[in-house]
C-alpha cells in the first residue's frame, strides 16, 4: 500500500470517528495530518496520470510530416533512407489495395480513426474512481471542521433565552439573556385544568387554558442585561402559590416614543408543594451533551437526547442535569477565556430542542470536569475561575441558592423529598499526590460537614432523599481513568460518607459522568442511578463494567446507546409511611426512547 492510500484511508477512518464514534482530539490532529497528506497525494496522482494520458495520446495522433521531420533531425542518413523506402513500399501498396477494395479499405479507415478518438477520450478523462474518493475525503473534512468549529463560525451573539430556573413552593427564578436593551418586564398568571377554562394563544402556537377572571399580574420592570455577564440575568419572582402552574410572559419596553411594549417569550412551570407534605414527583436525570454528535449535516444542529426527552417533557417537574453541559476541551480547546466557555453555552441554548425543552421543564445543574478541563482536580487554579464565571452565567445562578456564600454545591426540597447536590471538583485533592490514600479528598472538610448536617436534618424530615454526583459513588467502573476520577479513586472518604448513609432510610444516589448506565446496590444498601450520556458518545468495546465487585450489588448494566437518560417517578402520597420510588431508563436505542427500556421499582422503607 502506497502513501497516497495509506494517508486516505487514515483521514476516512479518523474523521469517521471524530464524527460519529467518539469526537477525541488526538484523533482529529491526526486527521489533521492525514486529510492535507492525502489531498496533495491524490490530486498529484490524478493530475499526473491525466497529464500522462494526454502526452500519449499527442504522441499518437501527431501527423505524418511532423513525424518525418522529428526522425530526419535525429535519425542517421543510413536510418532515414530506410524508412523512407519503406514508406514508399507502404504507399504503392496501400495503393493497390484501394484499387481493388476502395470500400472495405475506407471503412477500416474510418473504425480506426473512431478508436483513435475514443482512446483519446478516455485518456484525457479523469480516472472516475480517484475522483470519487477525492469528493469523499473532502466531504468528511467539511463535516468534521463544521462539527468541531461550528461555534467559533456561529458564536450565538444575539441569542435570546428565557427558561425557568429553580422553582420553590412560593417563587421561581427566571433566567434570562436579552442583547436589544430596552426595560423588561414579567407578566405571569395561573394556568388552571383545560376542563372547564377559556382557551388561548401564546407567542409560539401553545395553546392554554386560564380561568376567566383570572388577570395578568406584573412582577415590574426592570433594566436589560450587560455585557458584563454576557447579557444574562435573573429575575425572581415572589409571592407565588404552591402546586400551582403559571404561565410567564417576558416583555420589552421597547425606548420609542410611544414606549411600546413587545412580548419576547413565554414559560410555563408548577410550583413545588408545601414542604414537608406528601408529594408525586417526576424528573428527568442525566448528564454529558454535545450538540450534533453524532453528527448530522445540517444549518441548525440539534441535541438529540433532548430532542427525545421532549416527547416526556409534559409530565416532568424539573430536570437535574449531573455535568458536563459543555465540553470544552472536545474536539478542541478554544481557550481559557470566559468568551470561550460562554461560546460554548451559547451553543447548547441556542439548539431548537434545548428552546422548547427548557422552556417548558426547569432543569438544575451541577458542574463537571468538562465544563472546565477534561479530569479537573486543579481546585481554584486557572482555567476555573473563567469556567465558572460562564457556568454561573449560563447554569449556576438559577439553581437553588446555598446556604454557603460563594459555593456551588446546594441543597432544596419538594414537599417532603429532599435533594443535595454536590460540588466533586472545587475542592477535591489532587489523586496523584501522596496523600491520595488516607487524606485524599472529594468534597473538601467544609462541603462534607455541610452535607453531614443536611444528612441529620432530613433523615426523619423527609420520606425521600437524592444525592446528587457528578460522578460515580459505585466502584463498578474501571475503564481509562475511572480509578481516579470516580468516587473509586477516594476510598476513604467514599468509606465515610457511605457509613453516614447506611443509616438514613430511602436515600439514594444520582450519577453521570461515565457514558454508560448502571443500577446498583452499594455497600451501605443504598442505591445509586448513573446515568449517562443525553446525547454524547458511548465507549465501543473499551473497558469493562464489574460487576458485584467490593461489597455492590449490580441490578442493572447498560453500556450500548448515544442517548440515555432517567425519569423517576416519586410517590409519598399514596402510601405516606412507605414511599414508592420508580427509575425508568430510556434511550433511542429501544422504542425510539418512546417507551422505557428498562423499569426499576425500588423498595421503600418506613422513614418517620
Given at each position: 500500500m502506497n502513501a497516497g492510500r495509506i494517508a486516505s484511508v487514515l483521514h476516512i477512518v479518523c474523521a469517521s470517528f471524530v464524527l460519529w464514534i467518539v469526537p477525541a482530539q488526538l484523533v482529529f490532529f491526526a486527521d489533521l495530518v492525514a486529510f492535507p497528506v492525502s489531498l496533495f497525494l491524490s490530486l498529484r496522482d490524478i493530475i499526473t496520470r491525466y497529464q500522462l494520458a494526454t502526452d500519449n495520446n499527442a504522441s499518437l495522433t501527431r501527423p505524418d510530416s511532423?513525424?518525418?521531420?522529428?526522425?530526419?533531425?535525429?535519425?542517421?542518413?543510413?536510418?532515414?533512407?530506410a524508412l523512407a523506402d519503406g514508406a514508399s513500399h507502404v504507399l504503392r501498396q496501400r495503393a493497390q489495395n484501394t484499387d481493388t477494395t476502395p470500400t472495405a479499405t475506407s471503412t477500416d479507415d474510418e473504425s480506426a480513426l473512431q478508436r483513435e478518438s475514443s482512446a483519446d477520450a478516455r485518456g484525457r478523462r479523469l480516472p472516475a474512481g480517484k475522483t470519487m474518493l477525492l469528493i469523499v475525503k473532502l466531504a468528511l473534512f467539511a463535516m468534521v471542521i463544521d462539527f468541531v468549529y461550528r461555534p467559533?463560525?456561529?458564536p450565538a451573539h444575539d441569542l435570546f433565552v428565557f427558561r425557568p430556573g429553580y422553582v420553590s413552593h412560593t417563587s421561581a427564578k427566571l433566567h434570562i439573556r436579552y442583547t436589544d436593551g430596552g426595560n423588561l418586564e414579567l407578566r405571569y398568571r395561573e394556568l388552571l385544568p383545560r376542563s372547564s377554562l377559556l382557551y388561548e394563544n401564546t407567542d409560539d402556537d401553545t395553546s392554554y387554558d386560564f380561568a376567566a377572571n383570572t388577570p395578568w399580574e406584573s412582577a415590574g420592570e426592570f433594566a436589560p442585561p450587560t455585557n458584563e455577564t454576557d447579557f444574562t440575568a435573573i429575575s425572581t419572582l415572589l409571592n407565588?402559590?404552591?402546586?400551582?402552574r403559571y404561565l410567564v410572559e417576558l416583555h420589552c419596553r421597547q425606548p420609542t416614543l410611544h414606549a411600546q411594549t413587545a412580548l419576547l417569550g413565554s414559560v410555563e412551570f408548577k410550583t413545588a408543594p408545601?414542604?414537608?407534605?406528601?408529594?408525586?414527583?417526576?424528573?428527568?436525570?442525566?448528564?454529558?451533551?454535545?450538540?450534533n454528535f453524532p453528527y448530522?449535516?445540517?444549518?441548525?444542529?440539534?441535541i438529540h437526547g433532548f430532542r427525545s426527552m421532549l416527547d416526556h417533557s409534559d409530565s416532568l417537574d424539573l430536570i437535574m442535569f449531573m455535568g458536563d453541559f459543555v465540553y470544552a476541551d472536545v474536539p478542541l480547546y478554544f481557550g481559557p477565556e470566559a468568551e470561550d466557555y460562554r461560546r460554548l453555552y451559547r451553543q447548547v441554548y441556542a439548539a431548537q430542542s434545548s428552546r422548547r425543552l427548557m422552556r417548558k421543564v426547569p432543569m438544575l445543574h451541577v458542574y463537571d470536569d468538562h465544563e472546565i478541563k477534561n479530569n479537573w482536580h486543579d481546585q481554584d487554579q486557572p482555567p476555573m475561575g473563567s469556567a465558572m464565571t460562564a457556568f454561573d452565567d449560563y447554569n449556576g445562578r438559577a439553581n437553588p441558592p446555598s446556604s454557603v456564600p460563594d459555593a456551588s454545591y446546594y441543597n432544596f426540597t419538594y414537599g417532603n423529598i429532599a435533594f443535595y447536590a454536590w460540588d466533586t471538583r472545587r475542592y477535591r485533592t489532587h489523586w496523584e499526590t501522596a496523600e491520595r490514600h488516607e487524606g485524599a479528598t472529594m468534597l473538601g472538610l467544609k462541603q462534607k460537614q455541610h452535607f453531614i448536617e443536611w444528612l441529620h436534618d432530613v433523615n426523619h424530615t423527609a420520606a425521600v432523599k437524592f444525592v446528587v454526583s457528578s460522578v460515580p459513588v459505585t466502584t463498578g467502573w474501571s475503564n481509562f481513568d475511572s480509578s481516579q476520577d470516580t468516587w473509586r479513586g477516594y476510598p476513604t472518604e467514599r468509606a465515610e460518607i457511605l457509613n453516614l448513609t447506611q443509616h438514613v432510610p430511602n436515600l439514594f444516589y444520582l450519577s453521570g459522568d461515565r457514558h454508560e448506565m448502571a443500577a446498583v446496590e452499594l455497600p451501605s444498601g443504598n442505591i445509586e442511578f448513573s446515568t449517562s450520556p443525553i446525547s454524547q458518545f458511548t465507549f465501543p468495546l473499551v473497558g469493562k463494567f464489574k460487576k458485584n465487585r467490593d461489597g455492590e450489588h449490580t441490578i442493572h448494566y447498560r453500556r450500548p446507546g448515544h442517548v440515555k437518560y432517567g425519569i423517576l417517578d416519586v410517590d409519598t402520597e399514596t402510601d405516606p409511611d412507605i414511599p414508592r420510588i420508580t427509575y425508568s431508563l430510556y434511550t433511542t436505542d429501544v422504542?425510539?426512547?418512546k417507551r422505557p427500556a428498562w423499569v426499576y421499582e425500588a423498595k421503600g422503607a418506613p422513614w418517620r
Amino acid at each position: 500500500m502506497n502513501a497516497g492510500r495509506i494517508a486516505s484511508v487514515l483521514h476516512i477512518v479518523c474523521a469517521s470517528f471524530v464524527l460519529w464514534i467518539v469526537p477525541a482530539q488526538l484523533v482529529f490532529f491526526a486527521d489533521l495530518v492525514a486529510f492535507p497528506v492525502s489531498l496533495f497525494l491524490s490530486l498529484r496522482d490524478i493530475i499526473t496520470r491525466y497529464q500522462l494520458a494526454t502526452d500519449n495520446n499527442a504522441s499518437l495522433t501527431r501527423p505524418d510530416s511532423d513525424d518525418q521531420a522529428d526522425a530526419a533531425a535525429d535519425a542517421t542518413t543510413a536510418e532515414t533512407t530506410a524508412l523512407a523506402d519503406g514508406a514508399s513500399h507502404v504507399l504503392r501498396q496501400r495503393a493497390q489495395n484501394t484499387d481493388t477494395t476502395p470500400t472495405a479499405t475506407s471503412t477500416d479507415d474510418e473504425s480506426a480513426l473512431q478508436r483513435e478518438s475514443s482512446a483519446d477520450a478516455r485518456g484525457r478523462r479523469l480516472p472516475a474512481g480517484k475522483t470519487m474518493l477525492l469528493i469523499v475525503k473532502l466531504a468528511l473534512f467539511a463535516m468534521v471542521i463544521d462539527f468541531v468549529y461550528r461555534p467559533l463560525v456561529t458564536p450565538a451573539h444575539d441569542l435570546f433565552v428565557f427558561r425557568p430556573g429553580y422553582v420553590s413552593h412560593t417563587s421561581a427564578k427566571l433566567h434570562i439573556r436579552y442583547t436589544d436593551g430596552g426595560n423588561l418586564e414579567l407578566r405571569y398568571r395561573e394556568l388552571l385544568p383545560r376542563s372547564s377554562l377559556l382557551y388561548e394563544n401564546t407567542d409560539d402556537d401553545t395553546s392554554y387554558d386560564f380561568a376567566a377572571n383570572t388577570p395578568w399580574e406584573s412582577a415590574g420592570e426592570f433594566a436589560p442585561p450587560t455585557n458584563e455577564t454576557d447579557f444574562t440575568a435573573i429575575s425572581t419572582l415572589l409571592n407565588l402559590q404552591p402546586s400551582t402552574r403559571y404561565l410567564v410572559e417576558l416583555h420589552c419596553r421597547q425606548p420609542t416614543l410611544h414606549a411600546q411594549t413587545a412580548l419576547l417569550g413565554s414559560v410555563e412551570f408548577k410550583t413545588a408543594p408545601v414542604p414537608h407534605t406528601p408529594s408525586r414527583l417526576r424528573f428527568g436525570s442525566g448528564s454529558c451533551i454535545k450538540p450534533n454528535f453524532p453528527y448530522q449535516p445540517s444549518w441548525t444542529p440539534d441535541i438529540h437526547g433532548f430532542r427525545s426527552m421532549l416527547d416526556h417533557s409534559d409530565s416532568l417537574d424539573l430536570i437535574m442535569f449531573m455535568g458536563d453541559f459543555v465540553y470544552a476541551d472536545v474536539p478542541l480547546y478554544f481557550g481559557p477565556e470566559a468568551e470561550d466557555y460562554r461560546r460554548l453555552y451559547r451553543q447548547v441554548y441556542a439548539a431548537q430542542s434545548s428552546r422548547r425543552l427548557m422552556r417548558k421543564v426547569p432543569m438544575l445543574h451541577v458542574y463537571d470536569d468538562h465544563e472546565i478541563k477534561n479530569n479537573w482536580h486543579d481546585q481554584d487554579q486557572p482555567p476555573m475561575g473563567s469556567a465558572m464565571t460562564a457556568f454561573d452565567d449560563y447554569n449556576g445562578r438559577a439553581n437553588p441558592p446555598s446556604s454557603v456564600p460563594d459555593a456551588s454545591y446546594y441543597n432544596f426540597t419538594y414537599g417532603n423529598i429532599a435533594f443535595y447536590a454536590w460540588d466533586t471538583r472545587r475542592y477535591r485533592t489532587h489523586w496523584e499526590t501522596a496523600e491520595r490514600h488516607e487524606g485524599a479528598t472529594m468534597l473538601g472538610l467544609k462541603q462534607k460537614q455541610h452535607f453531614i448536617e443536611w444528612l441529620h436534618d432530613v433523615n426523619h424530615t423527609a420520606a425521600v432523599k437524592f444525592v446528587v454526583s457528578s460522578v460515580p459513588v459505585t466502584t463498578g467502573w474501571s475503564n481509562f481513568d475511572s480509578s481516579q476520577d470516580t468516587w473509586r479513586g477516594y476510598p476513604t472518604e467514599r468509606a465515610e460518607i457511605l457509613n453516614l448513609t447506611q443509616h438514613v432510610p430511602n436515600l439514594f444516589y444520582l450519577s453521570g459522568d461515565r457514558h454508560e448506565m448502571a443500577a446498583v446496590e452499594l455497600p451501605s444498601g443504598n442505591i445509586e442511578f448513573s446515568t449517562s450520556p443525553i446525547s454524547q458518545f458511548t465507549f465501543p468495546l473499551v473497558g469493562k463494567f464489574k460487576k458485584n465487585r467490593d461489597g455492590e450489588h449490580t441490578i442493572h448494566y447498560r453500556r450500548p446507546g448515544h442517548v440515555k437518560y432517567g425519569i423517576l417517578d416519586v410517590d409519598t402520597e399514596t402510601d405516606p409511611d412507605i414511599p414508592r420510588i420508580t427509575y425508568s431508563l430510556y434511550t433511542t436505542d429501544v422504542h425510539q426512547g418512546k417507551r422505557p427500556a428498562w423499569v426499576y421499582e425500588a423498595k421503600g422503607a418506613p422513614w418517620r
